[in-house]
């Protein structure tokens, strides 16, 4: 009896800290280079070096894919069962409540926007906007065709699995 308590125990503690872990995003296109990191949980990582890789590490396991030998080559035609086909799509009213939990469950910790539209005109209408106090430091308006995005998300999974509960 007590070892099923233990037991037990132990797995509430693992499902509650795999949901009340944060999980980071982060996103650099200087470096094309996309990061998932989970707390105590593991990581993913994609980048371009010559060609697309893909990186999973979790607790004594890491794996390096190349993107294109994962790409198949012959597509599987799947039956799917009549009581799954039957189901409704859900309604935009049902969409726009899901998405506006998940975007507060998104914290944008850090990001940098660099933008060049080409045309000098154009940019000297838009360079005031770098000296506005929400985006002093963040945006990056310029005449010199810089690019980039740089953004660092900490997502909180309970909130997302919560948003899909109810």
């Given at each position: 009896?007590?070892?099923?308590?233990?037991?037990?125990?132990?797995?509430?503690?693992?499902?509650?800290?795999?949901?009340?872990?944060?999980?980071?995003?982060?996103?650099?296109?200087?470096?094309?280079?996309?990061?998932?990191?989970?707390?105590?949980?593991?990581?993913?990582?994609?980048?371009?070096?010559?060609?697309?890789?893909?990186?999973?590490?979790?607790?004594?396991?890491?794996?390096?894919?190349?993107?294109?030998d994962?790409?198949s080559?012959?597509?599987?035609?799947?039956?799917?069962?009549?009581?799954?086909?039957?189901?409704?799509?859900?309604?935009?009213?049902?969409?726009?409540k899901?998405?506006?939990?998940?975007?507060?469950?998104?914290?944008?910790?850090?990001?940098?926007?660099?933008?060049?539209?080409?045309?000098?005109?154009?940019?000297?209408?838009?360079?005031?906007?770098?000296?506005?106090?929400?985006?002093?430091g963040?945006l990056?308006?310029?005449?010199?065709?810089?690019?980039?995005?740089?953004?660092?998300l900490?997502?909180?999974?309970?909130?997302?699995?919560?948003?899909?509960?109810?």
């Amino acid at each position: 009896m007590i070892w099923l308590l233990i037991v037990l125990l132990f797995l509430i503690l693992c499902i509650c800290w795999t949901l009340f872990s944060p999980l980071y995003m982060e996103v650099d296109t200087r470096t094309p280079m996309a990061a998932l990191r989970w707390i105590g949980i593991g990581r993913m990582r994609i980048w371009y070096e010559d060609e697309w890789w893909l990186r999973i590490q979790f607790p004594f396991f890491r794996k390096t894919f190349r993107i294109a030998d994962m790409k198949s080559s012959t597509k599987r035609k799947t039956n799917t069962p009549a009581h799954l086909a039957s189901k409704g799509k859900p309604t935009k009213k049902k969409f726009s409540k899901i998405l506006r939990t998940f975007i507060k469950a998104v914290k944008i910790e850090e990001w940098q926007l660099a933008l060049d539209t080409g045309d000098f005109a154009r940019n000297g209408q838009l360079y005031p906007i770098n000296y506005l106090p929400g985006n002093f430091g963040h945006l990056h308006i310029n005449f010199m065709d810089q690019n980039y995005l740089v953004i660092k998300l900490k997502i909180r999974v309970w909130k997302i699995v919560f948003a899909f509960i109810r």
